[in-house]
């Protein structure tokens, strides 16, 4: 089991950058795959991006892709999501999802942290 908090949220304007932070406890961290989750008021959750187990792989969503960067230190048990060039539509709640397989969407993580804000003013 793996216990997540997020950390790095806040309000940026349109065109800036956000650096979002994941902290893991537990001693398997490299077991698990990581993603970074959004999700807006009253749309649907979105998996905006995942990381294979030792950062090899990753996956991003069409609507970020170019503009944001998952990476993880399996050392420091952490996972982060450097955001740029952010725009309006970015504005959501942002989980980070931990599991032992790769998934394709976002009901396939079984664990996941509370949730940061981030809002993006025009």
């Known amino acids: 089991q793996v216990q997540l908090v997020e950390s790095g949220g806040g309000l940026v304007q349109a065109g800036g950058s956000l650096i979002l932070s994941c902290a893991a406890s537990g001693r398997t961290f490299s077991s698990y795959v990581l993603a970074w989750v959004r999700q807006a008021p009253g749309k649907e959750r979105e998996l905006v991006a995942t990381i294979s187990y030792r950062g090899g792989r990753t996956y991003y969503a069409d609507s970020v892709k170019g503009r944001f960067t998952i990476s993880r230190d399996n050392a420091k048990n952490t996972v982060y999501l450097q955001m740029n060039s952010l725009k309006p539509e970015d504005t959501a709640v942002y989980y980070c999802?931990?599991?032992?397989?790769?998934?394709?969407?976002?009901?396939?993580?079984?664990?996941w942290g509370q949730g940061t804000q981030v809002t993006v003013s025009s």
């Open positions: 999802a931990a599991n032992p397989l790769l998934g394709v969407v976002a009901s396939q993580y079984d664990y």
